[in-house]
């Protein structure tokens, strides 16, 4: 190959030291830049794809406009290196240290506990301090806007959100006024029992403690970059990689003169448009024109009849320069920038924002654009230039639609777009729907412009414009000529939206789906367009233009974007315990500041090995298959490609016989992994897997959702029942019965860090060292072992940390384990194996789709009689966890309610899908939500409030729950009744009511959600844990368990228990990571049991240690620790112990139906309060408050903090998160665009947790409970209270009640409920005359 001709030295800084590169290779991002070059890995890689911002960093760089310099935070992942030339990076290193000085962002979002697993900390913290670099003292609405990018998987965003408002505006000195009052203030605090007592904390943290933010300590922007910025240099720079050269011209003249030579080139600016379709469609461009450099393209012009706006300007810029606009000029002349200044505060997140440019939005010309839309209507022109001249073209649709004669010419720019100024009686509005308010792709947005005739309802001109429904942006010019000289009135509205639907058609089959929804959008955003402009008509002339009644002008408003506020309420210690104890007290997590500096070391960050390879593995692209031939050669071939493993590699067992780690001669779904690439780099690898050939036979039956397994009879394993009473009598005797459906979908784990492991294998007896992400290291250490086919013994596995597991890290970690195993044993070399977001995704499955079928029984006051419930899930193409999934969701189903008559059977499908696998909750967050869909039934049905059914049948006194265990419901209705009446919820009901009678288009709803969480595994041999302690000779104590800490502060609490129990400061202690190595044997951290079992083992060391150490304290009392290890080790007393709990009894007769199969519950009530717009399915989440029963929390704030992450997990798995497969069975939704966890902007506006008070259980270590799981069922409280709005919508429109419930409740499954004319008026497809886009498969 030959050499690249030499390069010109890129030169910027990062962290304030210069960085000059020789030969830098322009498809080298700085994230990779940061993390393998620089090594420095506090940037996390998470999603590649600028949707998450765990890898966000500031750039600082000198503007030549206005000759400042402008520091923005960017998502390192989609930044080509090569745009740094003359820029200052800083990362989340660069700004403070543990062994330094920590900045103040980072000390406080730890101390704030808005750390869990820590990977998205970073992140998190470079945004925020990005902000504060911009603003001293931001607002809230600065700092909400700053996070909106930023995803985090645990926490639940409040206590990050919490952290940063210390240094806003509003932040004051009284901790119980980060509510906004003072908590004593709260509605319905008076009345509760919980706030009278006087033990009960509200503070998790002490704000007086944090150290002030000094802007004088920032890293100043380097002198010789400002040297350079003042003299540019005008130069030519080129940089020359193997497959792309990057050319950045110093002057215009100089770039048009390159685009005329290289017309084929692409300009290059924020890289969020082109760098994500060069990655997911494998294209290089050979050429790469950056024009950074030429500040003609940053200008702004404001003229007296519009404003003209670089093409390079970032759309932060654009929104910045609109702003400027709105306040300077008369509100009739502002009105299109007003509609772009509403789609630019939802327009992606905040760094994407920073990045992006407005040339590159126009250009882009996405389906989905917010802006283009709004740009066509408002009349924008496009500034072309080339070394031809100048020449101006409309931004229209042809334009859009990428017609040739409308286009630019290859050798052309964009230098700028101009739009103009609106006219008085010139209306403009722009509307978007998408999953979720913030950072989320619209599924339809629009822009929607009329001029009247002056002083009339006479139209002169209608332009409307709709992206989301078409292949481009589609503008409906017949509709609107049609309707020049139409009054703007109700006739004119019903003819526009037929003439929109006929207009803006869109078949049933087109890519995105939700055809109906965007159909029905596409006319219910002309209605509110039309009461827009009616309202603007009466501000200007109350008395000509008619009211618009009371009850329809609700369907004006959009919801606002409002940071979340709340107390967190928990009990304090005893007055007695001493204070070194730290027993129950809000300890911040032991890693929390490490996470925050970016110094806690995950799995990826471990720096290279000598001689490592790197992994990439090959996957099935069918979903039922013989393999006929995999061609493997030219992949051979390729620099750098060492081998590629594939199951005749295998020296021992290739996993179970119907569940292979690498496939053989068949695949039984699409991602499914056949082979995996060991080359020198992950770039080699992954270049290599495009070349290997794999040719397939399709096999017959393809199966993919649970209606077909069952007609098929594919399942994975025997039904699951259990009956009690007389169910078919019972049914004799009711008033009623009803029948009812409920789908819920599955769930992605969407942990932040995705499955990684290294393996070393060393030079002796075949060991090797693993350090690998997951919440069971035996599991990969046994299956290791049995693929390699050596002893256990040999194999030792390490956790450090795991960036989040949810379950999704208990099984498959031991596949990627084992198959890296096998390279490594094959090449004698270490591997790393690393997988990208869309590989995780697509290979790893997640929570169980499901499909319940009902049928209750019930008399006419609410009481339920019978219950017969039959529910599926979809289990895909192995056993994996399915068959205990069933189980639990079987023995749960009951949830808080005592009914006598019950029979509940459940089945694991087996479908043509990636296996299914544990997800916190285990099934119980999928099957309770058919219990509660049936109490809404019986209520509908008996025209009774949902929570008076509730009431009425729960569990009142102890009794036996259907597996015939004894139960004690008394917490349960602690936590009911404080729920009902922390939340107000009776008096907040009457005013839903109210609400609802005065507004048509906007609905509100509550619903309260009772629950009994059964706790840990179903079988004795689960319930056991180890644990190691030493202690040193210097007093040091090293502590050892079996529980991996994931972000759920296990290792915390078990230094807190330690602390206790040694009677000796958490300082003196250390967890070093979970090896296999000290403690053997170790169950999976999951269940919510891990501080359970492994604390108790914790406590059993350390007893057995202060039991030897008794004597010699006796002798010496007033003789320091450090004296008695003197003593102790002089004396010859051992000073390490093995701690071991052998935990609760557990078990479970399938064939009796009954047993004692779990130690204890969890308890809790949650209160959800919603509003929701009819017309485009948008809710907000009004107020959530939860009442859990943590008993003795050993730490309030980590136990608030899983309570927190968990209900906005379960919120997101019953609102947003949504999987969507293509006919074949491919999953498209394989990244944070198409697949939305919920953002900081979802969560309730008003957010209380409290933690149940005086509550004890004797089994546990110091009476705590494990809360790991249980929150996610609560989310269900926000299903419900959309379910109640929608049910006051349909009430009103007199429509029958549907007993087909759908889990998410999506935008689109609201609208679509709220059946109104618009919906009616609809086309609507037979099914079975298309293909569609995609499948239900629940
Ligand atoms: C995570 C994420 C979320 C997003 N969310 C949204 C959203 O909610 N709504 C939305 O509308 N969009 C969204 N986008 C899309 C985003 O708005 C566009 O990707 C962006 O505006 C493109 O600008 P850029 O500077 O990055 O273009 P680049 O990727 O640098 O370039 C894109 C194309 O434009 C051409 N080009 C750029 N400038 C010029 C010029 N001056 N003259 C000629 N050609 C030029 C280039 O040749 C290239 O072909 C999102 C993108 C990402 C990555
Ligand atoms: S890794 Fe860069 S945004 Fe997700
Ligand atoms: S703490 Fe945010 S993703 Fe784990």
């Known amino acids: ?176 006024k980060r509510t906004g009052k003072c908590c004593l203030d709260l509605e319905g605090n008076d009345s509760s029992s919980l706030s009278r007592e006087s ?60 685009k005329a030579k290289h017309p084929e080139a692409p300009l290059i600016l924020g890289n969020t448009s082109l760098g994500p379709a060069m990655k997911s469609q494998g294209r290089v461009h050979p050429i790469l024109l950056s024009p950074a450099r030429i500040s003609e393209l940053s200008m702004v012009f404001k003229a007296s009849d519009g404003l003209t706006i670089g093409a390079g300007c970032s759309l932060a810029q654009v929104k910045d320069i609109l702003a400027e606009q709105v306040s300077e000029l008369p509100e009739e002349k502002t009105q299109t920038y007003r509609a772009l200044l509403k789609h630019l505060k939802s327009l992606a997140g905040q760094q994407i924002r920073n990045m992006a440019s407005l ?84 599924d339809v947005s629009a822009g929607m412009r009329v001029i009247l005739e002056e002083a009339t309802d006479t139209i002169k001109e209608l332009s409307l414009s709709y992206g989301g429904v078409g292949e481009s942006t589609i503008g409906a010019h017949k509709s609107c000529q049609q309707l020049i000289g139409r009054p703007w009135n109700e006739p004119m509205l019903e003819e526009a939206c037929r003439l929109l639907l006929e207009e803006v058609s869109l078949p049933g089959w087109a890519p995105g789906g939700r055809v109906e929804f965007k159909r029905t959008l596409v006319v219910s955003f002309f209605f509110k367009f039309y009461l827009e402009v009616l309202q603007e008509l009466k501000k200007l002339d109350s008395h000509h233009y008619p009211e618009i009644s009371d009850r329809f002008l609700s369907a004006l408003e959009d919801f606002p974007v409002t940071g979340p506020r709340g107390v967190q309420r928990y009990q304090n210690v005893d007055s007695h315990q001493s204070l070194q104890d730290p027993v129950g007290r809000p300890i911040m997590h032991l890693s929390g500041l490490k996470h925050a500096t970016g110094e806690a070391i995950f799995c990826d960050d471990i720096p290279m090995v000598d001689r490592e390879l790197f992994m990439v593995l090959v996957t099935s692209t069918k979903a039922h298959a013989k393999i006929i031939s995999i061609d493997l050669s030219e992949a051979l071939e390729l620099p750098g490609v060492v081998d590629v493993i594939t199951a005749e590699d295998i020296p021992g067992t290739n996993g179970a016989e119907d569940d292979k780690l690498l496939a053989v001669d068949e695949v039984l779904c699409v991602g499914q992994i056949i082979c995996a690439v060991v080359a020198e780099t992950d770039v080699q690898a992954k270049r290599a897997i495009e070349k290997i050939k794999i040719t397939y036979k399709d096999l017959e039956p393809i199966i993919f959702t649970i209606n077909d397994a069952i007609k098929h009879n594919s399942f994975l394993c025997p039904e699951k029942k259990l009956e009690q009473g007389n169910i078919e009598e019972a049914f004799e005797k009711v008033d009623q019965i009803v029948e009812g459906e409920v789908h819920v979908g599955g769930q992605e784990h969407f942990y932040m860090e995705t499955q990684r492991v290294i393996v070393i294998p060393k030079a002796e007896d075949k060991e090797l060292d693993i350090y690998v992400s997951t919440q069971d290291p035996a599991h990969v250490q046994k299956t290791v072992s049995s693929t ?119 089945r694991a499908c087996m ?192 007893q057995i240690l202060l039991k030897r150490l008794e004597p010699i304290i006796k002798k010496n009392p007033g003789g320091t620790w450090e004296d008695w290890i003197e003593a102790a080790f002089e004396q010859r007393i051992s000073l390490s112990a093995t701690g071991y709990f052998r935990g609760y009894k557990a078990n479970m007769d399938w064939e009796k139906g009954e047993g004692d199969p779990f130690p204890y519950y969890v308890h809790g009530a949650a209160c959800s309060e919603v509003e929701i717009d009819c017309l485009t399915g948008a809710h907000k989440k009004i107020r959530t408050d939860i009442i859990m029963d943590a008993c003795c929390s050993l730490n309030p704030a980590i136990d608030i903090g899983q309570v927190e992450g968990s209900f906005i997990q379960g919120m997101g798995l019953y609102t947003t998160e949504e999987l969507k497969y293509s006919p074949e069975g491919v999953l498209y939704s394989r990244g944070p665009d198409e697949y939305k966890i919920p953002t900081i902007t979802d969560v309730p506006e008003e957010f209380n947790v409290s933690l149940l008070p005086s509550s004890q259980t004797p089994l546990t270590i110091y009476s705590s409970k494990g809360l790991g799981e249980s929150g996610m069922f609560l989310g269900s409280s926000v299903f419900f209270a959309i379910t ?45 005359t298309f293909k569609p886009w995609s499948i239900p498969i629940a």
């Open 1 to 176: 190959m030959s050499c690249p001709p030499k390069s010109d030295d890129l030169v910027f800084f990062v962290n304030g030291r210069k960085v000059i590169e020789r030969n830098v290779d322009p498809e080298v991002t700085l994230l990779n830049f940061l993390r393998k070059i620089v090594r420095l890995t506090g940037t996390k890689y998470a999603c590649g794809r600028g949707g998450c911002g765990a890898c966000t960093v500031m750039v600082s760089k000198h503007d030549p406009v206005s000759a400042k310099i402008r520091h923005f935070s960017i998502t390192a992942c989609l930044v080509p290196i090569c745009s740094l030339y003359g820029a200052a990076v800083t990362t989340v290193e660069g700004i403070g240290s543990i062994n330094t000085r920590l900045h103040p962002v980072q000390e406080r979002i730890a101390r704030s506990h808005g750390t869990q697993c820590g990977f998205c900390t970073p992140g998190m913290v470079m945004s925020m301090y990005t902000l504060l670099r911009n603003h001293l003292q931001p607002s809230e609405e600065q700092l909400m806007e700053a996070l909106g990018g930023n995803l985090c998987r645990c926490t639940g965003y409040r206590p990050i959100l919490e952290s940063g408002r210390t240094f806003c505006v509003e932040s004051t000195d009284c901790q119980k």
């Open 788 to 906: 390699l086919n050596i002893p256990i013994n040999r194999i030792t596995c390490h956790v450090k940390r795991v960036g989040g597991g949810f379950g999704g890290k208990v099984g498959r970690p031991a596949v990627f384990g084992a198959i890296a195993a096998v390279g490594a044993i094959k090449t004698g070399r270490p591997i790393r194996l690393v997988l990208d977001r869309e590989d995780d995704m697509l290979i790893t499955g997640g929570r169980h789709p499901l499909f319940g079928k009902y049928k209750v029984g019930f008399m006419n006051n609410g009481r339920i009689k019978a219950l017969d419930i039959e529910c599926f899930i979809n289990g895909g193409c192995t056993l994996d966890d399915s068959e205990q999934v069933t189980e639990f969701l079987i023995l749960k189903l009951e949830n808080a309610y005592k009914i006598r008559n019950l029979r509940f059977r459940g």
């Open 199 to 258: 033990d009960i904390c509200t503070d998790l943290f002490v704000e007086e403690e944090f150290q002030p933010l000094d802007p004088t300590q920032e890293l100043i922007f380097p002198p010789e970059l400002l040297r350079m910025a003042k003299n540019p240099e005008k130069q030519t720079l080129t940089f020359h990689g193997e497959r792309v050269t990057w050319i950045s011209p110093g002057t215009l003249k100089d770039l048009l003169e390159l």
């Open 359 to 442: 040339g590159g939005h126009v250009i882009s010309r996405h389906c989905y654009s917010d802006l283009n839309p709004i740009l066509v209507v408002g009349n924008a022109t496009l500034n072309l230039i080339s070394e031809e001249g100048t020449r101006q073209i409309p931004l229209n649709d042809h334009f859009l639609a990428g017609l040739a004669s409308a286009d630019l010419k290859p050798e052309e720019i964009l230098e700028s777009v101009y739009i103009p100024h609106s006219q008085k009686w010139e209306f403009v509005s722009a509307f978007r729907q998408a999953q979720c308010q913030q950072n989320a792709l619209a």
């Open 911 to 1102: 479908t043509n899908l990636p296996s299914n696998t544990a997800f916190r909750g285990f099934g119980f967050p999928q099957g309770t939500l058919i219990t509660e869909s049936c109490i809404t039934a019986v209520a509908a049905k008996c025209g009774l409030l949902p929570e008076e059914v509730r009431e009425k049948n729960m569990y009142k006194t102890i009794d036996k729950t259907i597996y015939k265990q004894a139960f004690n419901p008394e917490t349960l209705i602690r936590c009911w009744n404080e729920c009902l009446d922390k939340s107000s919820f009776h008096s907040r009901r009457i005013q839903v009511e109210e609400f609802n009678k005065k507004n048509y288009w906007k609905k509100k709803g509550i619903a309260i959600i009772p629950m009994k969480f059964s706790v840990g595994f179903a079988a004795t041999s689960y319930h056991q844990a180890a644990a190691l302690v030493h202690i040193y000779t210097d007093g040091s104590v090293l502590v050892t368990h079996g529980g991996n800490e994931l972000g759920q502060g296990i290792h915390t609490k078990m230094l807190q228990v330690a602390s206790r129990e040694l009677k000796l400061p958490m300082s003196y202690m250390h967890i070093c990571e979970t090896s296999t190595a000290t403690v053997p044997n170790t169950i999976a951290t999951a269940a919510s049991i891990g501080s359970d079992v492994n604390g108790k083992a914790v406590q059993n060391a350390c």
């Open 1284 to 1328: 109640d709005a929608v049910a006051a919508a349909c009430k009103e429109r007199d429509i029958v009640e549907d007993f087909i419930v759908k889990s998410p409740a999506t935008p689109e499954q609201v609208r679509m409920a709220c059946a109104d004319r618009f919906t009616e008026m609809i086309p609507r497809d037979d099914p079975k």
